[in-house]
């Protein structure tokens, strides 16, 4: 399949378990390649986040393989790969094709069937597309972090002011 636009994920998502992997199976999806930093793990990280261990429960209910496709070196893509229990392809060099050609072979699908996810358009988006693949980006971990811890930050400040407000208050005893 040839893309015109190669910058331009087939989807944008805002959380990873905002994708409906049995939709996506429906139409053909049997693989999931997932980005390892700052998608499922914070940057430079082998700790999958919370979001990315449910996003592989949804995608294996859906019927999908799933396995981490990274530009790490092995033994932290190992170590990440061990902790969120799938296989993975390291050291990828997005988003160049000779890994996806690779993982392609190995898990014996067309890449029309696998489904790119990660948060950078240069080297996830792209490579994906080049390769014919489905590609979803999802914002980065820090963003997503952020746009979840809002509200709490909110209520920080909040409660903060209010202490210096009543912190201002004379002591009903003192003499001052
Ligand atoms: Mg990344």
New binding site residues.
């Given amino acids: 399949m040839q893309k015109r636009k190669f910058l331009k994920p087939d989807l944008y998502a805002d959380l990873l378990t905002d994708i409906d992997f049995d939709v996506w199976r429906e139409k053909g999806i049997r693989c999931v390649l997932v ?5 499922i793990a914070p940057w430079r990280n082998t700790q999958i986040t919370d979001e990315g261990k449910a996003m592989i429960v949804k995608a294996r209910e859906a019927g999908m393989v799933v396995a981490l496709f990274t530009n790490a070196p092995e033994h932290r893509a190992r170590e990440a790969a061990w902790n969120a229990g799938v296989g993975y392809f390291h050291s990828a060099m997005k988003p160049f094709p000779g890994k996806y050609k690779k993982a392609i072979r190995e898990l014996g699908v067309s890449s029309s069937e696998i489904m790119c996810i ?3 358009i240069f ?2 988006v792209l490579g994906g597309n080049l390769m014919g693949c489905v590609t979803v980006l999802v914002p ?1 971990i820090s963003e997503r972090e952020f746009s979840g811890t809002k509200i709490l930050r909110f209520l920080e400040r909040f409660l903060a002011g209010r202490k210096l407000f009543f912190k201002k208050k004379p002591c009903p005893n003192s003499n001052k």
């Fill in positions: 980005d390892l930093d700052n998608t990660g948060d950078q080297t996830d980065p």
